[in-house]
Every structure is written in C-alpha cells, then in structure tokens.
C-alpha cells in the first residue's frame, strides 16, 4: 500500500556493470493506513537501486540529502512501484542496479522516493592519458559501487552521474548515466577532450549481442575493434567514431534509441 509501514532494507552490493541477484527474502509487511508526506521541496537527487521487489525497494542516494531522518534505514531511500511514472504509456520499468533521479519526501517512518525515473547509460572507454584531464575533480566512493568510484561535482555540472571503474585495463572505462540529451552532451565533451578544435574521438563500450544493430547506424569510417575490449560482466567490443561533435552527438544519440527500444521490447 502506498506509504504504508517499511520492511527493513537489505544489505546488497552492486559490484559489476550488471547488478547481482539479492540473496535473501523479508517477509511481506502488514497492511497498514497510509503515512502522511511532506515534500522535501523540489529539487532532485540521484541515487543506485539497491533493492528491488517488485511491490518495493530501496535507493542509496549518491547525492547529498539534508534531512533529520537521512541517516535511518542505514541512509536508503524507500520506493513504492506507485511512485514510479509511466513511460510512453507503459508502466515504469525498475531493477536492482539501476541508477535513477527523484525527488524526496519525509513521513513518520523515514525518507521516500517520489517521481522516481530511471536513467539511460553509456559506456565509454578513454585513454589514460585523457582521463587525467577530464576527470580532474575528487571522486567518491560507496559500498554499493565496488571497483569503482564517481564524481559528483561531474554531477552538478552535467546532469550526468559519471563512474569510473577502477579495473586494470589498458583504457579508462567510465559510465554515464542521464537523460538522454544530457547523456549526449556529456559523452561528446568527454570525447573531444583528446580530439583537435571542433572534433571528437568518441569511443563507446558495446555488447557483442548488440554490435550488428549498432554498426547500422555508424558512418563509414567508425573504427570496430575485432576483439572483445572487456569481457566481464558479458563480452563488449569498442566503437571509435572520430568526426566533428555535432556528428559525434548524433551516433550517440542513435545508439541510445537503439539500446532504450531493445529494453521496451525485453
């Protein structure tokens, strides 16, 4: 019921690109009145799905919540599916490991989730040498992103939550999570860092399952690698598109299509 009483969150972490399976199940809570909600104004917070039930879950904000009640529940954020909106007239679609925005309300068990909307991800790969420049500001750390960390100020300034992992590889690998101009906008800034006046040398992460779609919609000089660039947590290969930003945009953006309409239909 909407508001009603919580069950107490379980502890999970999300250590890979793709969320692990919870291990253990709560019993279902009694039906109680509706709780009273006061809004905690509107401004909106981005946070990681640590928990999902289908009739429940709870959020780890990965932004700053001032609040009395912040730190019960071991600082998660309740989610009712009915404060989930609906998608092009579909009912919202939520997972464990997703990164979502919402805004927060406060009732007498704690701090709730409101207008909860899931964001769209790139993956991206950058040069070492490159991340250095563009990942110039500090970098935080949570217990539910393991081997990784992430930059908030990135946040503020993008509209995107940014996470670098901290894997061995011969590239930085980063994710971007967004609406999905935002998405855009912060992929390109990030791939003409390197790239001359007016350019970008995007490099976007793909699965191997989805590269066929993917290649459709890449010009004629796209670079794809002919191996597998990662192969953990299923096997992806790298897509190199060196071109101006406006063209750089629209790949992204036609890529992000490709990837939200294979989700609709999953």
Same mark, same amino acid.
């Given at each position: 019921d909407l508001g009603c009483a919580r069950p107490p969150p379980l502890q999970l972490t999300v250590r890979l690109i793709m969320p692990p399976k919870k291990e253990q199940e709560e019993e279902e809570p009694d039906a109680k009145a509706p709780?009273?909600?006061?809004?905690m104004g509107e401004g909106r917070h981005v946070g990681l799905v640590v928990e999902w039930k289908g009739h429940m879950g709870w959020i780890k904000p990965l932004s700053n919540v001032q609040h009395e009640q912040a730190s019960r529940h071991r600082g998660l954020i309740y989610l009712n599916p009915t404060d989930v909106p609906e998608v092009d007239g579909?009912?919202?679609?939520?997972?464990?490991?997703?990164? !979502?925005?919402?805004?927060?309300?406060?009732?007498?068990?704690?701090?709730?989730?409101?207008?909860?909307?899931?964001?769209?991800?790139?993956?991206? /790969? !950058?040069?070492?040498?490159?991340?250095?420049?563009?990942?110039?500001?500090?970098?935080?750390?949570?217990?539910?992103? /393991?081997?990784?960390?992430?930059?908030?100020?990135?946040?503020?300034?993008?509209?995107?939550?940014?996470?670098?992992? /901290?894997w061995p590889l011969p590239f930085v690998l980063v994710e971007l999570w967004g609406r999905d101009e935002e998405l855009v906008a912060a992929a390109v800034s990030i791939a003409a860092a390197g790239a001359p006046e007016g350019e970008a040398h995007l490099r976007l992460v793909v699965a191997a399952e989805d590269l066929d779609k993917v290649k459709a919609v890449l010009p004629p000089d796209a670079e794809v690698s002919e191996k597998v660039v990662l192969s953990r947590p299923l096997p992806c290969h790298e897509v190199i598109v060196k071109a101006s930003k406006d063209k750089c945009g629209e790949v992204a953006r036609a890529i992000l299509k490709l990837m939200e309409a294979h989700v609709a239909k999953a």
């Open positions: 709780l009273q909600r006061t809004r579909r009912p919202g679609v939520m997972k464990l490991g997703k990164v !979502v925005d919402f805004t927060v309300y406060s009732d007498d068990d704690g701090l709730g989730a409101e207008d909860c909307r899931g964001r769209s991800v790139l993956r991206m /790969t !950058v040069p070492h040498n490159e991340a250095k420049e563009c990942l110039k500001d500090s970098p935080q750390w949570s217990e539910y992103l /393991t081997d990784s960390e992430y930059y908030p100020a990135f946040e503020q300034g993008s509209g995107c939550l940014l996470r670098k992992y /901290t």
